[in-house]
């Protein structure tokens, strides 16, 4: 018996420079109950550092957390990793460390702060999360692959920082598992302004940096039951599992 389930995969915490403060395990877990969201994907700027807290704040909730990356290419494309294990974004995030340089300044991008499921901070993250992974958008969808992950490209429809926006198109070689769009922009729209990607599967998320954007705009599958690898499945269209548009 399949069911709708209402989800937000693309939301960032108090790690990425750019996110609220306020962006802290609890009060995200808190907002997406108070949206009814069924699964969450947490997606920090090249890192999953806040992943387990947020996980473990919504332990004995009926809501699921995916661990997420939203990865910078060299290219400046957002890519967005999704896992069914924890274990699996920790290996992506030990490659993306070894290529990324230099220090985060606070002061210029915000404060990258590594919580635990209180609330409390645990400790600052020094490294440039901001800035670019020197590797390949054909590396990092490669790598992603290998860990059994999905590879979302993020918000096509954007200018700055989207796989069209920095190519000019998706190259098919790619193989990203869907197409992510922004709130900016319906479902309906979006399938008029790209015709060349009906075959592919699109997904809209918040991209939430603040509390009050978590949900905003959501992404309803229709599945058996709420994991990662039913959400696979939706995107392959299997055994009638999908994405309702
Ligand atoms: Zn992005
Ligand atoms: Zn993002």
Redesign the pocket.
Known sequence: MLKLFKSDL?I?TCL?PCGDLKMSPKNIIHKALENNLDMIAI?D?NSAENVQAVIKAAEGKNILVIPGI?ICTKEEI?V?SLFEKMESASKLQFLIYAHIFGENNPDAFGMQIIANENDEVEKFETKLLIGAADLSIEQVVDEIHKLNGVAIA??IDRESYSVIGQLGFVPDNLNFDALEISPRISFEDARKRFPEYRNYEFIQNS?A?FIDDIGKVTTEFLLAKSSFNEIKKALKNEDGRKVIE
């Open positions: 693309h960032h990425s997606c700027h939203e957002h967005l993020s918000h991209d940096h």
